[in-house]
């Protein structure tokens, strides 16, 4: 299956990350990448990896300094979705020139393990 992002919505201050792991870029890279650096303190409960390793984050659309975070879940049943999905949100409000975050919990695509970045995929024997 091909690593292909999810398509973002259309609006003219967004700016949709590409496929996981690339370098952002744009007017928000700086604010994307202190995100992100955020988000790989963060582990998914069940499996000992961040959630940005696991290529759970889909995207990010922006609004001035209004960031929505779209995001996956590895299964949709995760038990603890409302707790991870508000310890990612402080996480991305931590980084200056966030004004508000929000995420957004998407099943299109569906989370599998083609998703996960190099590092990711070497520790659980996928490469």
């Given at each position: ?20 792991g ?23 409960p ?36 409302g ?45």
């Open positions: 299956m091909s690593d292909v992002p999810p398509p973002s919505s259309p609006s003219s201050d967004a700016s949709p990350s590409a496929a996981p690339a370098t952002p870029t744009g007017p928000y890279a700086e604010r994307e990448r202190l995100i992100t650096e955020n988000l790989k303190q963060i582990y998914d069940e499996i000992p990896m961040n959630i940005v390793d696991l290529g759970l984050i889909y995207g990010f659309e922006w609004a001035g300094d209004k960031v929505t975070l779209k995001m996956t879940l590895t299964a949709p049943g995760c038990p603890v979705a707790i991870l999905a508000e310890e990612v949100k402080l996480a991305i409000e931590k980084v200056p020139q966030v004004a508000e975050a929000k995420v957004e919990m998407t099943w299109d695509p569906p989370w599998t393990p083609e998703r996960m970045s190099e590092f990711a995929k070497r520790q659980f024997g996928y490469a």
